[in-house]
């Protein structure tokens, strides 16, 4: 009895699709086998690190990368504050004439070093004048009430005059010496180093430099000018003021150590102290002012700078510093690019403690990660994260 037909039709389609892919698998082998080695790489050409990029030499990618080294530092504890750069006002003279006048000559310009005492100014001053001649008219009198004094003391001795005379004579010649001694006084405080007439030399009390002069020749000055005529500082050690947020003022105490960066020197860090907390909150800004001593012996820091200040902690914890720009998202994790050879960089992963928009404080995050002086992409990161993903 024979099979029914479907069932005879489904046997043939089988054994059709059976026989078809093992002649497709054999047609295969047979030109792999047929195929010739694979050529050498090219002479020169850089194999690509695991988890890296390898960039052949002259790849038009390499204009537009850009690397900067890593520097091992301690961790800050807080986020860059805005600070501004002001002169010590405990070093600092704002010089007023202390005498009605005009000024005759100009000593000093701004930007001139001068040391305590040195001549600013000379002034044309009648008050020293009559301060000069008060001084010698007491000096005068007082000679004169001596001389009487002594007369008075012969006469008294020879009992020719009654002891009265000689006492009022006695309290005359007191009197002229006290008047003496205040004369001097008037005129040494307006003249310390002596008058010339009513010529009076307007001297700095401090050694520094002349920051501000509204001096010229010609000018009419009085004591109760508003604004000093000379400002002398010394600028070999500056203050660092902080308008700190209300809520950072747990993590700051007197003493504490500031790292500080500004604009002109941007890759240097310069070191201050916390030398005084004010007492108040500004009531308008709700910020606390922070004073801090900045030592400025090289001079590059100037007055009226703005800057950016980070306290740092008394852990000694020690983390990489690196531009923001150089941290690139892998996933749930971020990494960097660092330089291993011309043309060469590896992927390496890191754990990112603080970062703002210009700086990342880092720890690597793996075995034989990041270190500090490894050369790592801050302008490209991204080109080279694509060509990695490519490659992939």
């Not at 690509?48 to 504890?77: D, K, N, Y």
């Not at 008037?186 to 002069?213: C, I, Y």
Request: aromatic share 4%; proline share 7%.
């Amino acid at each position: 009895m024979t099979e029914t037909s479907p069932v005879a039709a489904r046997r043939r389609r089988t054994v059709l699709i059976v026989s078809a892919t093992v002649l497709a698998a054999a047609v295969a082998y047979g030109f792999l086998r047929s195929r010739p080695p694979a050529e050498a790489a090219a002479p020169g050409a850089a194999a690509a690190p695991a988890s890296g990029v390898a960039l052949p030499q002259g790849a038009s990618q390499l204009s537009f990368i850009v690397t900067a080294r890593t520097e091992e530092v301690e961790l800050p504890l807080t986020a860059p504050l805005n600070a501004r750069v002001a002169v010590a006002e405990d070093r600092t003279a704002r010089v007023f004439s202390p005498l009605v006048g005009r000024v005759l000559r100009l000593a000093a310009a701004p930007g001139d070093t001068v040391p305590a005492g040195a001549t600013l100014a000379d002034i044309d001053a009648p008050d020293l004048g009559q301060a000069s001649a008060d001084a010698r008219r007491a000096e005068a009198d007082a000679d004169l009430r001596r001389k009487a004094l002594a007369r008075a003391r012969t006469l008294l001795d020879a009992e020719v005059l009654p002891r009265r005379e000689f006492e009022v004579a006695q309290a005359e010649a007191a009197a002229a010496d006290a008047e003496v001694q205040r004369a001097r006084q008037r005129l040494q405080s307006l003249a310390p180093r002596g008058a010339s007439g009513q010529t009076l030399a307007l001297r700095t009390p401090v050694a520094g430099v002349v920051t501000e002069r509204h001096a010229t020749p010609g000018l009419e000055v009085r004591p109760d000018a508003e604004q000093p005529l000379f400002v002398v500082s010394d600028l070999s050690r500056l203050w660092l003021l902080i308008d700190l947020p209300e809520q950072e003022l747990g993590k700051f105490r007197v003493g504490d150590r500031i790292e500080v960066s500004v604009d002109a020197w941007p890759e240097e860090r310069f070191s201050a102290t916390v030398s005084r907390i004010a007492p108040v909150l500004d009531p308008q800004t709700r910020r606390v002012q922070v004073r801090c001593d900045l030592p400025n012996a090289d001079g590059r820091l100037r007055p009226e700078m703005f800057a950016r200040a980070h306290v740092l902690s008394d852990s000694g914890q020690r983390v990489l510093r690196l531009p923001t720009s150089a941290l690139v998202s892998d996933g749930l994790y971020t990494a960097v690019f660092v330089q291993t050879a011309s043309g060469q960089f590896s992927k390496r992963r890191v754990k990112a403690l603080r970062q703002d928009a210009r700086e990342a404080y880092v720890q690597p995050a793996e075995p034989d990660g990041l270190r500090g002086g490894d050369t790592v992409v801050v302008r490209g990161a991204l080109l080279l994260d694509a060509e990695l993903g490519e490659a992939k």
